[in-house]
């Protein structure tokens, strides 16, 4: 389904893809991407790919549809694995630009414009933005100070060696990006976001940060607690193993292992050390789980599978 655009043809076209399973959020996310800023120059259009086995997004598409002032195209990319809808959108997009979001997230009003600008100043075939979490009053206490749901980028030896999908902006033309797809495999357990650019990086792709691209996620209830956050880290942790597996063998695997054994050890035991402060013990503990899961990832651990296994009526709690 799409509707025409309002806005008159520019010289540049940034698609803007949401990827959806079953959130009624997607309506305040497309809210907000209406009201978007348009970057001079820039025409936009929405493509929101829906994960689900029967096409449960439309009626939100529809609904927002009459008065969307981009064109706005659904398409239904079944089922429950995020890696199809993703690369749905992938070979949907024909812009020059093309920029993920998701579905439980709002985006700022410039945050596209400061995504292009640092798109166009640095040449990047990725810019990566930082996601703002906002927390439920009924959040533990020490989670608003350790922040721990935010998403920034992680910097190694003066660059960005991977990435994420939650708020991002790819170079369609690059040849770096032109072809590239999420890995079907990864599509229940996650971690196909930084499969796909810690390859891009691999294969000379230059991710670049724009600071002031904020977009903002609300932390429903299911998510504020430390064992969902300790399922994360210790899958992302399992994701990188993983990666790190792929080139390394014999002594390599086993003093890649042996690092991140130290490093689980001195999390868990500065831990300990920071028990009275749950603010500061709870990110080592964290940490530490993270390592864990890097070396379970290097032995071959399959990754655990967060995606696409919850009934519907649970989803639909969560995602209130």
Same mark, same amino acid.
């Given at each position: 389904?799409? $509707?025409?655009?309002?806005?008159?043809? @520019?010289?540049?076209?940034?698609?803007?893809?949401?990827? *959806?399973?079953?959130?009624?959020?997607?309506?305040?996310?497309?809210?907000?991407?209406?009201?978007?800023?348009?970057?001079?120059?820039?025409?936009?259009?929405?493509?929101?790919?829906?994960?689900?086995? !029967?096409?449960?997004?439309?009626?939100?598409?529809?609904?927002?549809?009459?008065?969307?002032?981009?064109?706005?195209?659904?398409?239904?990319?079944?089922?429950?694995?995020?890696?199809?809808?993703?690369?749905?959108?992938? +070979?949907? #997009?024909?812009?020059?630009?093309?920029?993920?979001? +998701? +579905?439980?997230?709002?985006? *700022?009003? @410039? =945050?596209?414009?400061?995504?292009?600008?640092?798109?166009?100043?640095?040449?990047?075939?990725?810019?990566? #933005?930082?996601?703002?979490?906002?927390?439920?009053?009924?959040?533990?206490? =020490?989670?608003?100070?350790?922040?721990?749901?935010? $998403?920034?980028?992680? =910097?190694?030896? #003066? %660059?960005?060696?991977?990435?994420?999908?939650?708020?991002?902006?790819?170079?369609?033309?690059?040849?770096?990006? !032109? &072809?590239?797809?999420?890995?079907?495999?990864?599509?229940?357990?996650?971690? %196909?976001?930084?499969?796909?650019?810690?390859?891009?990086?691999?294969?000379? #792709?230059?991710?670049?940060?724009?600071?002031?691209?904020?977009?903002? %996620?609300?932390?429903?209830?299911?998510?504020?607690?430390?064992?969902?956050?300790?399922?994360?880290?210790?899958?992302?942790?399992?994701?990188?193993?993983?990666?790190? /597996?792929?080139?390394? @063998?014999?002594?390599?695997?086993?003093?890649?292992?042996?690092?991140?054994?130290?490093?689980?050890?001195?999390?868990?035991?500065?831990?300990?050390?920071?028990?009275?402060?749950?603010?500061?013990?709870?990110?080592?503990?964290?940490? &530490?789980?993270?390592?864990?899961?890097?070396?379970?990832?290097?032995? &071959?651990?399959? !990754?655990? @599978?967060?995606? &696409?296994?919850?009934?519907?009526?649970? %989803?639909?709690?969560? /995602?209130?």
């Amino acid at each position: 389904m799409s $509707t025409a655009s309002a806005t008159p043809p @520019s010289s540049r076209l940034i698609d803007i893809c949401v990827c *959806t399973f079953r959130r009624p959020a997607l309506a305040d996310a497309l809210a907000t991407i209406a009201a978007l800023e348009v970057p001079p120059g820039a025409r936009l259009r929405v493509i929101v790919a829906d994960n689900d086995v !029967e096409p449960s997004a439309r009626s939100i598409v529809d609904m927002v549809a009459g008065n969307f002032q981009h064109e706005l195209t659904y398409l239904h990319a079944p089922a429950r694995n995020i890696s199809i809808a993703r690369n749905a959108c992938l +070979d949907a #997009g024909r812009g020059d630009f093309l920029a993920f979001v +998701d +579905d439980d997230e709002t985006v *700022t009003r @410039s =945050w596209l414009r400061h995504l292009l600008e640092t798109a166009l100043a640095t040449g990047a075939d990725a810019v990566l #933005g930082p996601v703002r979490a906002i927390y439920h009053p009924g959040a533990p206490g =020490w989670m608003p100070r350790a922040d721990s749901h935010s $998403t920034f980028p992680v =910097w190694v030896n #003066g %660059e960005i060696p991977t990435g994420y999908t939650c708020n991002v902006l790819l170079k369609s033309s690059s040849p770096i990006v !032109e &072809g590239r797809r999420f890995d079907l495999s990864l599509g229940r357990s996650g971690g %196909e976001d930084t499969d796909f650019f810690t390859r891009l990086h691999e294969a000379g #792709g230059l991710i670049a940060y724009a600071p002031e691209a904020w977009v903002e %996620e609300i932390v429903p209830q299911a998510r504020a607690r430390l064992s969902w956050l300790a399922k994360r880290r210790f899958r992302m942790g399992q994701t990188h193993g993983r990666l790190l /597996a792929e080139r390394s @063998s014999g002594r390599k695997l086993a003093s890649r292992a042996g690092l991140a054994g130290l490093k689980a050890g001195y999390s868990f035991a500065a831990a300990a050390v920071l028990c009275p402060f749950p603010a500061r013990r709870n990110p080592s503990i964290l940490r &530490g789980i993270m390592h864990v899961g890097v070396i379970a990832g290097l032995f &071959g651990l399959r !990754e655990i @599978s967060q995606y &696409g296994s919850v009934p519907a009526a649970a %989803e639909q709690r969560n /995602a209130a």
